[in-house]
């Protein structure tokens, strides 16, 4: 049986890999929805960019919401300086023809676990978490049906991409975080720390161009995008593909090794807010809270990318 999955995304190009990983993936993750929100690029751009990815999977029958257009409590920050101003730059797509569903993101979701047994919905968020705490907020029955949230997001040793503190997507929303963080879910964290291990080479690139199909190609087109941001910034032989690692462990999670630990947000610092503070050492006795992952198998990783891409 496959598992029961909700992408909760920003699209972005490494979101895009994500949502293409998993739809590639039938035997074990069902796409019962892709719910978007405001991050690397505001939410009319993500909201298009999640329907412009199934459409080059084929896949026209997926169901794309659009959900809330800014954090909690905070401005929107985004990230075109990374992702272009389409968020998808690097190859240019036709506008989706498909149509964005009328109702709200955060509804669907709420209905969604709502409507399934206790347990049998995955949420997999790729972006700031405001969705997520919104329906938590909104609907608190549904914390208890979620079986389970495997997100990107936070660091420890890497600390921060945003700020020298702060990953982005826990920096655009930390109080979305720090709901998400606090609500007892079962949580699977993907940190900076694993995903600046699944760095993009230019081996790695010209792989994805040469899958049969047209999914290979727009993926190397995207991945030479935003390379060239990174290599410049971290020095790095390539980019990271930062948020596939979310799709990647529920399909084969023995690529990945973690700790489960306390990691709290910090919503108030004055040098620090988005913080994901990681107690890796278990230092402290508050109760652990996630699965925060810290190792990947970079060459297991790229080849199950290539295998399952190669499928659409």
């Not at 069902?30 to 199934?54: F, K, M, Q, S, Y």
Request: glycine content about 8%; aromatic content about 6%; some cysteine.
């Amino acid at each position: 049986m496959p598992r029961k999955i909700i992408i909760d995304t920003d699209p972005g190009q490494d979101d895009a890999v994500a949502i293409l990983l998993a739809l590639a993936s039938p035997d074990e993750l069902e796409v019962l929805g892709i719910t978007c929100v405001a991050g690397n690029v505001p939410l009319g751009l993500t909201a298009r960019n999640a329907r412009i990815v199934c459409e080059l999977a084929g896949r026209r029958d997926i169901k794309v919401y659009a959900g809330c257009d800014r954090p909690l409590r905070r401005p929107l920050v985004t990230a075109e300086y990374v992702h272009g101003k389409t968020g998808l730059d690097g190859i240019t797509l036709p506008e989706p023809e498909m149509p964005l569903q009328a109702q709200h993101g955060v509804d669907f979701l709420i209905e969604t676990l709502r409507a399934h047994p206790p347990g049998s919905v995955t949420l997999v968020p790729i972006g700031p978490l405001t969705n997520i705490a919104t329906a938590m907020q909104r609907a608190p029955d549904i914390i208890t049906r979620i079986g389970q949230i495997v997100l990107m997001g936070g660091a420890y040793f890497q600390v921060g991409n945003v700020t020298p503190a702060a990953e982005f997507n826990i920096y655009v929303d930390p109080e979305a975080a720090d709901i998400v963080f606090r609500s007892g879910v079962d949580l699977v964290v993907m940190p900076l720390d694993v995903t600046h291990k699944a760095l993009i080479s230019r081996t790695r690139v010209e792989a994805f161009r040469a899958l049969p199909g047209k999914v290979g190609p727009a993926v190397a087109s995207w991945t030479d995008f935003f390379e060239r941001f990174d290599k410049e910034k971290y020095g790095s032989e390539g980019a990271p593909l930062h948020d596939p690692c979310t799709i990647a462990w529920l399909i084969r999670p023995a690529l990945f090794t973690g700790r489960h630990i306390n990691v709290e947000i910090e919503t108030e610092g004055r040098l620090t807010t988005g913080m994901t503070v990681a107690d890796w050492w278990r230092v402290t006795d508050r109760k652990p809270n996630a699965t925060f992952m810290g190792d990947i198998d970079t060459d297991d990783f790229f080849a199950l990318l290539n295998e399952r891409l190669a499928r659409l």
